[in-house]
């Protein structure tokens, strides 16, 4: 059971600087005004989350590590190549099985941290405490000693963990940490060697230092070792359980054993309660950054790694912030694809292109056709490019924006026709109003609400906007002249199986719209084509 | 420690499946008429002799080892008997002093496996006794080995080691441990120490010269008032905590003592079996013998007065014997006169084939006869008798499960197979199953009314083949004895029917059984099932 993040780390006490592997810049913590990381953290969700179903995918790769609060680092996608190179170079190091489990163990040795010291504060009897709270030192001096040594074994290459490594060469070789470790070692050691008798009467327990009286449990095993059998002996025949109950918490008899025994053994107890009071604040700030920063690594490799098992591909993407002509190879919608893993239904990829001159998507189309799933397909790529991530796709080059943009028609909209149009134009407008040549726009069945002729118009006029402001992006829309309207425009028509009509292939092809094409595959299927019906009247 | 009596090298499985085939044995030769014999009421008896009977040996010295066992206990009967008695006796203390319930916690476990080890103790002790009074009188490995274990594990140095374990587990100076700190503090590596035999002593001197006092260690004690309900149920957590290590050390060698008297509680019972059929069949005035195993399975064969057990257990009379001659054929066809004895005589190889390889005495005056990989029985069903696809559907499924486990140097018994359909497609059917199966290296007896089949094998493998006939004399009347002879072609149906319906002129019949003439007492002496 972990609990949240700032809390149990006591992350506290003078500001430290170090590297960060999710920015170039080093943090300093934990003051925290400094720290991108902590300003991103207060970021709120971008407002294509829910169009785009992103806010699905990061729910998904963050499940099962809340008490990371991780998903403020997804809301702050990145603008430079280079920050998003460094964090390319962090993937890539863990890439390697090796050095992804150093670094995962690590995190597990970290979690043990926070739950020991959760454990000790719960803890009544503060004899005990004391003790979960010196295995909690242990299990941290341990933890960073073996991700030094596992980094120094498995050398990353990447800016930011060669960073991380040297900083925490010279913090395990520096004095605060190695006079922790070797009091903590000293006082475990003395504790270790307590052996107290224990005598248990009608109503009454007497504790003494242990003397050397012989193993009578081990006398009897043996006296009756005699009996055992092949089949019958070693092993009882039923199975008992080991242990009763796992309750770490001493009941009112034990802890009156305990505080007698620490009357037997004053140095090692005194040591003990010294160490608890002395050393409240050890964990290195750096440290503990790092440990929640590179779950943001971890999770993602895990939630890629799922995909790939199942034979889906994801990439590493170039991206550029100059070059518009974008490309993707077997590109698909990761929130839909997730869910179909689970159900074990087929999911089906996409190439899209955007040629130097070109701009803009017009997808027009049968419903239900892949068209919506193409343009969430188009933002997701986009949108985790810029933070760094893989994308889900073999292959692909990718604009790097200043923000994404989405219009989707609000479906539960109760108002009046008059007034939905109203209202989506307003948002349409303060949309053109937000947007800049480095934005990437997706609508999606805008101007659904008015007349066809109406839409026509308003379409075509949006659309110089869009292309007059350069912007980068998909119209999934039924009005088909816009798809013909420019050259920077590139029409997309969703492909229906020429066998049969009724099953949509939901892949994407370049072509100029035709709403007819649809429909006479329907026709034919019915065998109401010219053709047919030519040749059922003459019968 | 395992009495070891049943198999030179591991106990006896008293609890494991058995073979597939057990049920259909148990069936057709009537098993359960020879283990209620054997068990003259024990149930116990019966289910170890009935497992013993589905599990044949086929190791020649294995079955010798039995077979010297049943020689001492056909040679001191009331030595065997009161071993096995003294398992009982000892199982039945034991269960008196175990509790209703058995208890989960470590205390409960320590006091009752502590009372159970004491009254298995005891046990022990007397059977020490008769290993020192009746070791030097057995012959066989296995008693003597037996013996001698006893001897050895159970000298006095061990004896009274147990009983001061025992007594000091009553715990009556409180439970003593010694431990160190575990997780958390608490108590881990727990030790348990019996209390100091002093310590009352001591107690009085330090009273008497406080000096004393100051040479022992510190200690520091916790008196807890008996009024707080929750220090008395923590001192009981305690309690079980600390005595947990033991609590299953203890449980273990309860049930390992334990499963010493079963053993050896299982083993006797099988050779108290033993006695109690020879005893009864001696009675009926039945010879009983100690076969004479020989290697080479299938290999010759050879009896003197074989009888079916089972029919003379249940008519409770002497039994019509049955000599067959060395012979090595790999295939052996009955036919002959209904209710001639056939199927008697086909249970009364199977049994004795069966009681040889559990190492018994067998129902005959001599038998021998090598030890089969398998033994294997299929015996027309009563509901087989008509002639439906069905039936002979499930009659070749029955087949079909059999040939899964067929190996060579099986025995397999066949009576009035194939019938379930027509005799022509019977016989044919029959034809491919004994040609493929004893070519395989199986050993087929096979009872039968299929006149094409037994007539065919005559005529192509007269020398390969043994042909036995149910013996009827030429007044019709049935000796239940049989002889050598080539198959005939009728089944003397109507000889049963005139003994029934006591009508010899109901002019009904053929050529043959009008020639046989009447026959005023042909009742058959019992009547075979």
């Known amino acids: ?539 | 420690m395992r009495p070891r009596l049943l198999h030179p090298d591991r106990e006896f499985d008293t609890h494991g499946r058995l073979p597939r085939q057990a049920a259909t044995l148990v069936q057709d030769l009537e098993l359960s008429t020879l283990t209620a014999a054997m068990a003259r009421g024990d149930k116990r008896i019966a289910d170890i002799a009935q497992r013993a009977l589905l599990a044949p040996l086929t190791d020649l010295d294995a079955i010798a080892y039995r077979q010297a066992v049943v020689r001492d206990c056909l040679a001191h009967p009331n030595d065997a008997r009161a071993l096995y008695a003294l398992a009982v006796a000892a199982i039945e203390r034991a269960e008196q002093a175990s509790w209703a319930f058995m208890p989960r916690k470590p205390a409960s476990i320590v006091r009752h496996a502590r009372d159970v080890l004491l009254a298995y103790l005891e046990s022990l002790r007397a059977l020490r006794r008769l290993a020192d009074r009746r070791g030097e009188h057995v012959a066989s490995d296995a008693l003597r080995v037996f013996f001698e274990l006893i001897r050895r594990e159970l000298d006095d140095a061990a004896l009274r080691e147990m009983e001061r374990h025992l007594r000091a587990l009553r715990f009556t100076a409180g439970i003593r441990v010694s431990a160190g700190l575990g997780p958390a503090n608490k108590a881990r590596d727990i030790v348990l120490h019996h209390g100091r035999a002093r310590a009352r002593v001591w107690t009085r001197l330090e009273r008497w010269w406080p000096p004393l006092r100051r040479r022992r260690e510190p200690a520091f004690s916790y008196q807890l008032d008996p009024a707080d309900e929750n220090g008395v149920r923590a001192l009981d957590e305690v309690r079980d905590r600390i005595l947990e290590g033991v609590s299953v050390t203890l449980a273990q060698a309860s049930e390992q003592v334990a499963g010493f008297f079963h053993a050896l509680r299982s083993e006797m019972a099988f050779y108290v079996g033993c006695l109690n059929l020879a005893e009864r069949l001696g009675e009926l005035g039945a010879a009983t013998c100690l076969p004479e195993p020989v290697a080479d399975a299938p290999g010759p064969w050879q009896a003197q007065g074989l009888y079916d057990p089972c029919l003379a257990l249940s008519a409770d009379q002497p039994p019509v014997d049955n000599d067959v001659a060395p012979q090595a054929a790999s295939l052996v066809i009955v036919t002959g006169a209904n209710q001639g004895g056939k199927t008697t005589f086909l249970r009364s190889v199977g049994l004795a084939q069966l009681m040889l390889q559990a190492g018994m005495v067998v129902a005959a005056r001599s038998l021998r006869a090598g030890a089969c990989a398998g033994i294997f029985t299929h015996f027309k069903r009563e509901e087989d008798a008509s002639m439906t696809s069905g039936k002979l559907d499930e009659e070749l499924a029955r087949m079909s499960a059999i040939v899964d486990e067929l190996r060579p140097g099986s025995l397999l018994l066949l009576n009035e197979s194939f019938a379930a359909t027509n005799e022509r497609e019977g016989s044919e059917i029959a034809h491919q199953i004994v040609d493929a199966v004893t070519e395989s290296g199986v050993r087929v007896y096979f009872v039968t009314h299929l006149d094409d089949f037994a007539r065919r094998r005559y005529e192509r493998d007269a020398a390969g083949t043994l042909f036995l006939r149910a013996e009827r004399r030429p007044d019709g009347e049935r000796t239940f004895k049989l002889r050598p002879g080539a198959p005939e072609r009728t089944s003397h149906g109507m000889d049963l029917y005139r003994a029934i319906f006591g009508d010899a002129d109901d002019g009904v019949g053929d050529a043959e059984d009008e020639a046989a003439g009447p026959t005023a007492d042909a009742h058959p002496p019992h009547t075979p099932t």
Request: hydrophobic fraction near 40%; proline fraction near 5%; glycine fraction near 6%.
């Open chain 1, 1 to 539: 059971m972990l609990l949240p993040w700032a809390e149990t780390m006591g992350v506290e006490g003078v500001p430290v600087t170090g590297p960060s592997v999710l920015q170039r810049r080093p943090v300093e913590v934990p003051s925290g005004a400094a720290s991108d990381a902590v300003a991103a953290a207060a970021a709120a969700e971008p407002a294509c989350f829910t169009d785009l179903h992103l806010d699905q995918v990061v729910a998904t790769i963050t499940a099962g590590r809340e008490a990371y609060e991780l998903t403020p680092f997804f809301h702050a996608p990145l603008t430079d190549p280079d920050d998003v190179a460094y964090r390319h170079e962090v993937f890539f190091d863990l890439a390697d099985d090796a050095r992804r489990t150093v670094i995962a163990g690590f995190g597990r040795d970290m979690r043990l941290v926070r739950e020991q010291r959760a454990r000790a504060a719960a803890l009544l009897d503060p004899r005990q405490g004391w003790r979960v709270y010196l295995d909690a030192a242990l299990t941290y001096c341990s933890a960073v000693s073996r991700l030094a040594s596992g980094l120094a074994e498995h050398p990353p290459g990447s800016r930011a963990l060669r960073a991380l490594a040297a900083y925490v060469d010279r913090y395990t070789s520096g004095a605060a940490f190695t006079s922790l470790r070797a009091e903590a070692m000293r006082i475990e050691g003395a504790l270790d060697d307590v052996r107290y008798e224990l005598t248990v009467e009608q109503d009454r327990v007497v504790v003494r230092r242990a003397s050397e009286a012989p193993d009578d449990g081990a006398a009897i095993a043996r006296t009756f070792a005699r009996f055992s059998g092949e089949r019958f002996g070693g092993e009882p025949r039923r199975r008992r359980r080991e242990s009763r109950r796992d309750d770490p918490a001493a009941n009112q008899i034990e802890s009156a054993v305990l505080e007698r025994v620490a009357r037997l053994y004053p140095d090692a107890f005194g040591a003990l309660e010294a160490f608890a009071g002395h050393y409240q604040t050890y964990l290195d700030p750096v440290v503990a950054t790092f440990d929640r920063e590179v779950q943001f690594y971890l999770t993602t490799l895990e939630y890629v790694a799922r995909f790939e098992r199942a034979g889906l591909p994801f990439c590493y993407p170039s991206v550029s912030a100059d070059d518009k002509a974008v490309r993707a190879r077997d590109a698909y919608d990761a929130a839909l694809a997730h869910g179909l893993l689970a159900g074990g239904g087929s999911v089906v990829c996409n190439d899209f292109e955007l040629r130097p001159q070109e701009r803009i998507f017009v997808v027009t189309g049968a419903n239900q056709g892949g068209k919506t799933t193409f343009a969430r397909t188009f933002g997701q790529l986009h949108y985790l490019a810029a933070l760094g991530c893989p994308v889900p796709a073999r292959e692909a080059s990718l604009y790097l924006f200043d923000q994404v943009l989405t219009h989707f028609e609000q479906e539960e909209d109760v108002r009046t026709l008059r007034g939905k149009f109203q209202d989506e134009l307003m948002r349409m407008h303060a949309l053109l109003e937000h947007t800049t040549d480095r934005s990437v726009v997706i609508l999606n069945e805008a101007l659904t609400a008015t007349t066809s002729h109406d839409a026509a118009l308003v379409g075509r006029q949006v659309l110089s906007r869009l292309l007059e402001q350069d912007v980068l992006g998909v119209w999934v829309t039924f009005i088909d002249e816009l798809a013909g309207l420019d050259p920077a425009v590139v029409s997309l028509v969703c492909g229906v199986d020429p066998e049969d009509p009724a099953r949509r292939t939901f892949e994407l092809r370049r072509r100029p719209a035709d709403g007819r094409a649809h429909a006479i595959a329907i026709a034919r299927a019915h065998q109401l084509t010219y053709a047919e019906l030519r040749r059922r009247l003459r019968s």
